[in-house]
């Protein structure tokens, strides 16, 4: 069955990171589909509110960790909402030759995985 995912990432700077994920999902074989949360206009006061509301309809959600994560309120926002609906949630290493960060939501004990197409299929089954 496939999964209904919400991708959460540093829109000023990991744009690129979330295509390739959302071209991932396009694989014949992708064990999920993507909602996609991009704002392409404005914040609109009520973002936080569509957040959550689409945030409730997935069945996890991948948080890209990109080198400025830490600094991106709009992740943090998410992963709060995530946390706060119980929405099984992963890190995911969004580049490999630099060092990326945790959002600054993110739980101690919270993992950043490596990205493979094993590990993505793994850890959306749930196995951390």
Not at 24 to 47: G, H, L, T, Y
Not at 59 to 82: P, Q, W
Request: hydrophobic fraction near 35%.
């Amino acid at each position: 069955m496939r999964k209904r995912v919400f991708i959460s990432f540093d829109y000023d700077n990991d744009s690129d990171i979330k295509g390739s994920l959302v071209g991932q999902a396009r694989n014949p074989d992708s064990p999920f589909d993507i909602v996609d949360m991009s704002i392409k206009e404005a914040i609109a006061s009520n973002w936080k509110e569509n957040a959550r509301r689409r945030i409730k309809g997935c069945d996890c959600v991948i948080v890209l960790c990109g080198e400025h994560t830490h600094n991106a309120k709009g992740v943090a926002a998410e992963l709060t909402i995530t946390q706060e609906e119980g929405i099984p949630y992963f890190l995911l290493c969004g580049r490999a030759n630099v060092e990326v960060h945790k959002p600054t939501a993110a739980r101690k004990e919270d993992k950043i995985y490596r990205w493979t197409w094993e590990n993505i299929k793994l850890l959306l089954n749930g196995i951390r």
